[in-house]
């Protein structure tokens, strides 16, 4: 699965697209299409080792949550409702 099948699936999924309103959160998307050095240190940096990887980080950068491979559009829904909790 790669990030534009993300894109229309999970990233599209109503219930994630509402949580993330509701908590305001505000995605970032890195096209790693074109691999290459520098984005395998991005990817690295965060503790990625193999795509399709998201991540959930506040603002100053600290994560909160890593998905690694296959993940739900409801794994991902909940998730990001925890953030307004904490």
């Known amino acids: 699965m790669n990030c534009k099948v993300l894109d229309k699936t999970y990233y599209a999924d109503k219930k994630v697209v509402q949580t993330a309103r509701k908590v305001k959160f505000a ?4 096209d790693m299409t074109d691999f290459n050095e520098d984005r395998k240190e991005l990817l690295e ?3 990625g080792t193999a795509l399709p990887y998201a991540l959930l980080m ?5 994560v909160i949550r890593r998905f690694a491979g296959m993940f739900t559009g409801k794994t991902l829904a909940e998730a990001i409702d925890n953030l307004a909790i904490h």
Not at 58 to 62: A, E, I, S
């Open 45 to 47: 940096k965060f503790g």
């Open 58 to 62: 506040y603002g100053n950068g600290n």
């Open 27 to 30: 995605p970032y998307r890195v």
